[in-house]
């Protein structure tokens, strides 16, 4: 068993930037798929970056390359969001999620966080 617990989410004007941190709770993470994932109001759940635990390896959704950064504290098991130069549409519910699958479909990972909000102001 894995728990997630977020934080770092709130409030920031266009152009802003904010860190999200998933802290993991349980079992080892060495094989695991750490990743975050956003959903806007009336949206679906949709994919913004991974990181392989063991080796770093990530991948970014294309509406999010070159602002935001997904990195791991081995040590401190936790990962954190860098976003930069956030936008309006940025703005969602941001979620920490989990699996043993390198994939960006929502319902293959099996644990997830609380949720912690991101609301970008014009």
């Known amino acids: 068993q894995v728990q997630l617990v977020e934080s770092g989410g709130g409030l920031v004007q266009t152009g802003g930037s904010l860190r999200l941190a998933c802290a993991a709770f349980?079992?080892?993470?060495?094989?695991?798929?750490m990743a975050w994932f956003r959903q806007a109001p009336g949206k679906e759940r949709e994919f913004v970056a991974l990181?392989?635990?063991?080796?770093?390896?990530?991948r970014y959704a294309d509406s999010v390359k070159g602002r935001f950064t997904i990195s791991r504290d081995n040590a401190k098991k936790t990962v954190y969001l860098q976003m930069n130069s956030l936008k309006p549409e940025d703005t969602a519910v941001y979620y920490c999620?989990?699996?043993?699958?390198?994939?960006?479909?929502?319902?293959?990972?099996?644990?997830w966080g609380q949720g912690t909000q991101v609301t970008v102001s014009s």
């Open positions: 999620a989990a699996t043993i699958t390198i994939t960006t479909i929502p319902r293959l990972y099996n644990y």
């Open positions: 349980g079992r080892t993470l060495e094989s695991y798929v």
């Open positions: 990181i392989i635990w063991d080796d770093g390896s990530t």
